[in-house]
């Protein structure tokens, strides 16, 4: 078991779903971690940016889009049995400007909410996705062994990000 309260990751990351009525704008990931699924825009930090900036540039790297009112809903803490950790902060958006276009990064995808793509995504969205795009914050806990999911615990409803440590 990990010892959730002392964890500190090796990287920090974002990530950011664009709603628009009742659909969502997600990626099909390209290259890197989780290259071949669909996940929301977003990647890692760069050293010393803010999560808020650092999805900002993500999405214009990954869609050449802007957005202009990404609201943090969430936090999730990834521990790897190689011992990859990582932190990433969950953005949503309502707007946005410019024209999702595919890019050497990511190529975009519209789903509608009622049919989310989760056979395709990594195994812990399924836990927290549908309900965050539903306006919940939530923090996430998880253990991967590879891409296998081996421990999950989800905490809803909380301001305080730290409140939802197990």
Known sequence: MIDWP?????????LCFV???????????????GAGKINGV???LEPGESPLTGILREA????AIALIDPVKRGE??????????????VFVAFRFHGRP????EAAPVWFDLQRLPLDEMW???????????????????????GEKMVSQLVAWGTDRWESARP
């Open 42 to 44: 977003g990647g890692r």
């Open 123 to 145: 195994e812990d969205d399924r836990l927290w996705l549908p309900r965050m795009l539903d306006g919940e914050p939530f923090s996430g806990f998880f253990v991967f062994d």
């Open 101 to 104: 276009v595919e890019t050497e």
């Open 76 to 89: 999730l803490h990834f521990q790897f049995l190689d011992g990859y950790s990582l932190f990433c902060s």
């Open 6 to 14: 002392s964890w500190k990751p090796k990287q920090s990351a974002t």
């Open 60 to 63: 214009h790297e990954e869609l």
């Open 19 to 33: 709603r628009d009525g009742e659909r969502v704008l997600m990626i099909r990931k390209k290259r890197g971690l």
